[in-house]
T-cell receptor
Framework: QQPVQSPQAVILREGEDAVINCSSS?????VHWYRQKHGEAPVFLMILLKGGEQKGHDKISASFNEKKQQSSLYLTASQLSYSGTYFC??????????FGKGTLLTVNP | EAQVTQNPRYLITVTGKKLTVTCSQN?????MSWYRQDPGLGLRQIYY???????DKGDVPEGYKVSRKEKRNFPLILESPSPNQTSLYFC???????????????FGPGTRLTVL
């Protein structure tokens, strides 16, 4: 069962902040976040482990609430280069990685 | 240069004609995986392989086969393609060591398949 991502789409002006949420009905070991620009392959952003701390990547950070089986991606002071589709991926105890349907982020000047 | 390569990048074929999409990585990764991407459905895992001769089903394995005879190669085989397999396919690899792995997954450039 795919993780549920929200919102499905968001439009920002450069410099604004955004939050993308992802939730699962299954027990999780880790959460993966990727960004995909139109016509390109997904690119890794970060992985958060069960029991791990919040991670950051420049002005993009994420959290993982194990009890609620939820993760959030925080984009601060968005830049034009942040535009793309963001995917969360959830992994249980095996090697299977299940992605959400994606959130389309558009950053306008 | 570290990379995952896929061939072909574009393919138009007809229903029932067997085809193979190749995937190769030069990073000595143990873990490799195939995904399909369809509008509105995101990335869905087809098959994955934890090492040579070790493969397992992802979320949408029906109609696909894989093999892992060498560490660097992980071909995707469609024995009898159907129009509902028209999609964008991605291969990926990593050093993945299971649930607690923090290793980056590298994606290939994608193969756009159309089955008529």
């Amino acid at each position: 069962q795919q993780p549920v991502q929200s919102p499905q789409a968001v439009i920002l002006r450069e410099g604004e902040d955004a939050v993308i949420n992802c939730s699962s009905s299954k027990a999780l070991y880790s959460v993966h976040w990727y960004r995909q620009k139109h016509g390109e392959a997904p690119v890794f952003l970060m992985i958060l482990l069960k029991g791990g701390e919040q991670k950051g990547h420049d002005k993009i950070s994420a959290s993982f609430n194990e009890k609620k089986q939820q993760s959030s991606l925080y984009l601060t002071a968005s830049q034009l280069s942040y535009s793309g589709t963001y995917f969360c991926g959830f992994r249980g105890s095996n090697y299977k990685l299940t992605f959400g349907k994606g959130t389309l982020l558009t950053v306008n000047p | 240069e570290a990379q995952v390569t896929q061939n072909p990048r574009y393919l138009i074929t007809v229903t029932g004609k067997k085809l193979t999409v190749t995937c190769s990585q030069n990073m000595n990764h143990e873990y490799m995986s195939w995904y399909r991407q369809d509008p509105g459905l995101g990335l869905r895992q087809i098959y994955y392989s934890m090492n040579v001769e070790v493969t397992d089903k992802g979320d949408v394995p029906e109609g696909y086969k894989v093999s892992r005879k060498e560490k660097r190669n992980f071909p995707l085989i469609l024995e009898s393609p159907s129009p509902n397999q028209t999609s964008l396919y991605f291969c990926a690899s990593s050093w993945d060591r299971g649930g607690y792995s923090t290793d980056t997954q590298y994606f290939g450039p994608g193969t756009r398949l159309t089955v008529l």
